[in-house]
């Protein structure tokens, strides 16, 4: 079966310009959870849906950051008026339950995006 | 505040010299303690998760084990194949992932 997809694979825009990107988890899997990683460094937590509860927002950074699901599938990630330092690779991962479970996290291939 | 953190930042080893990998935290409350492996321009892959002190849990020529303060990632008898980096992520009230170490381990 396919596992998680990620697109577009590579953005590039320019500063202040709002870009979106989509997640698309294993089907079934009722949780999702959006990561940046800037070149270097390791994984930041951005923001986690699970089912019907309210998403777990606390580590986006600023309020030009947003993310959607619809039910139990796809998910966007908008960033608005973009900043260079948002340059990065955003991951995305799926679980069939929540962290709190002894679930795998299946990752995506990132989006790498880059800001000029 | 919350912190996790990863040694050695990289790691060289030959083909069959066995080493371990640290992850170390200080959390509020550990709900979970994460361990992944990536590949240059690859999305991690999860390895394990530890949930409470005296844990232990292996894969292959992997095994992690988990104490009130760390983990460690054991690597038995390595070979080039196992080079990536290894992340540590740490759940409390969120999760939180360390920087990772590189591993590269030769012929």
């Known amino acids: 079966g396919a596992g998680v997809s990620q697109s577009p694979s590579n953005k590039v825009t320019e500063k202040g310009k709002d870009v979106e990107l989509r997640c698309d988890p294993i089907?079934?899997?009722?949780?999702l959870y959006w990561y940046r990683q800037r070149l270097g460094q390791g994984l930041e937590f951005l923001i986690y849906?699970?089912?019907?509860?309210?998403?777990?927002k606390s580590g986006l950074p600023s309020d030009r950051f947003s993310a959607e699901r619809t039910g139990e599938s796809v998910s966007t990630l908008t960033i608005q008026r973009t900043q260079q330092e948002d340059s990065a690779v955003y991951l995305c991962?799926?679980?069939?339950?929540?962290?709190?479970?002894?679930?795998?996290?299946?990752f995506g291939p990132g989006t790498r995006l880059t800001v000029l | 505040e919350d912190q996790v953190t990863q040694s050695p930042e990289a790691l060289r080893l030959q083909e069959g010299e066995s080493s371990s990998l640290n992850c170390s935290y200080t959390?509020?409350?550990?709900?979970?303690l994460f361990w992944y492996r990536q590949d240059p321009g690859k999305g991690p892959e999860f390895l394990f998760t530890?949930?409470?002190a005296g844990e232990e849990k292996e894969k292959e020529r992997l095994k992690a084990t988990l104490t009130k303060k760390e983990s460690f990632l054991h690597i038995t008898a390595p070979k080039p194949e196992d080079s990536a980096t290894y992340l540590c992520?740490?759940?409390?009230?969120?999760?939180?992932f360390g920087t990772g170490t590189r591993l590269q381990v030769f012929p």
């Open positions: 530890l949930y409470s």
């Open positions: 991962a799926s679980t069939l339950g929540g962290l709190a479970r002894s679930d795998t996290q299946y």
């Open positions: 849906f699970q089912g019907n509860s309210a998403p777990d």
């Open positions: 992520a740490v759940y409390s009230d969120k999760l939180i």
């Open positions: 089907s079934g899997h009722t949780a």
């Open positions: 959390v509020s409350g550990l709900r979970g």
